[in-house]
């Protein structure tokens, strides 16, 4: 009996012993798996261009999630890589699209600045592209290519001034660029400035005939045009007509003045000169 009781101590101290690594084991497994997953599975890629062409054929594939991996990868290894930030803001933005469709909640995260700015994973790749596209021109100002994809980033975040000044630099490097045309044109209409969008929309036609976008948009900028030409013909008339009335309510009001009468008793003014004092006022019989 006295070995007994030793012998179950000895048992129990075993038992949270083993339980002890094997929980440690647990744990350590789990680490593992969970920096297993964060590696990114294009990390075989040492190419930023070939990680982009990657992304590519997988978001053509419509594979979008795996095609924004793909573009981590390429923007792991250059960060300024803007063509790759660029292309994960469209991926983003498609996935975005279907959860606001489908009713789920749309990832989000607030900024480390002051005013804690909440964005969206495509709002954030779309400004780290106009960073990128920024430098580039800073670099080679006359890098049309940057400008235009410069103006559709801005375009994607709704920032349409700005979108417009990139655009309309892009089409001056190259004026030749039916797409340039084009994507100039629609910003203008976007900005209800239609009588200047008619201008690049037609020379995007002139340098292809088969651009439908830039014939849709041109019917659009014209359709504008008469409205804004209506509604200033419309202003003119109705100022024009308020003047009218307004003078010949004056005239009428003229007319209508009482002439005071003349005072029969009023003196007849001598000839010779005499000094000028203030006229007194008439009074009314």
């Given amino acids: 009996m006295r070995n007994f009781f030793p012998a179950i101590i000895l048992l129990s101290m075993l038992a949270v012993q083993f339980g002890c690594s094997g929980n440690a084991s647990n744990t350590a497994n789990a680490d593992a798996n969970a920096n297993t997953a964060k590696v990114s599975p294009y990390a075989h890629i040492t190419d930023p261009n070939a990680a982009l062409a990657e992304g590519d054929q997988l978001l053509d594939n419509n594979r979008t999630e795996d095609a924004i991996e793909a573009y981590k990868q390429a923007v792991t290894l250059n960060p300024d890589f803007a063509e790759a930030y660029f292309k994960m803001g469209i991926a983003y933005a498609l996935i975005e699209s279907e959860m606001q469709r489908s009713g789920a909640n749309i990832e989000t995260s607030a900024n480390a600045g002051k005013d804690k700015v909440v964005k969206t994973n495509s709002q954030k790749a779309f400004e780290r592209a106009i960073e990128a596209y920024k430098k580039v021109i800073a670099a080679n100002s006359k890098d049309d290519v940057a400008q235009f994809n410069l103006g559709r980033a801005y375009n994607k975040l ?33 900005l209800a400035q239609y009588r ?75 000839d010779e000169p005499r000094e000028k004092k203030p006229e007194r006022p008439s009074i009314k019989p």
Avoid: M
């Fill in 196 to 270: 200047d969008a008619l201008a690049p929309l037609k020379k995007a036609l002139e340098l292809d005939a088969e651009n439908s976008r830039a014939a849709d948009l041109l019917e659009d900028a014209e359709a504008g045009t008469k409205r804004v030409d209506f509604v200033q013909r419309d202003d003119s008339n109705t100022k024009r007509s308020n003047s009218n009335t307004a003078a010949n309510a004056n005239t009428a009001s003229n007319s209508n003045t009482a002439t005071k009468p003349s005072n029969s008793n009023t003196k007849v003014q001598r």
């Fill in 158 to 190: 709704n920032k349409d001034e700005e979108a417009e000044t990139a655009f309309k630099q892009a089409v001056k490097l190259k004026p030749d660029d039916t797409e340039y045309q084009t994507e100039y044109g629609s910003i203008l209409i976007k």
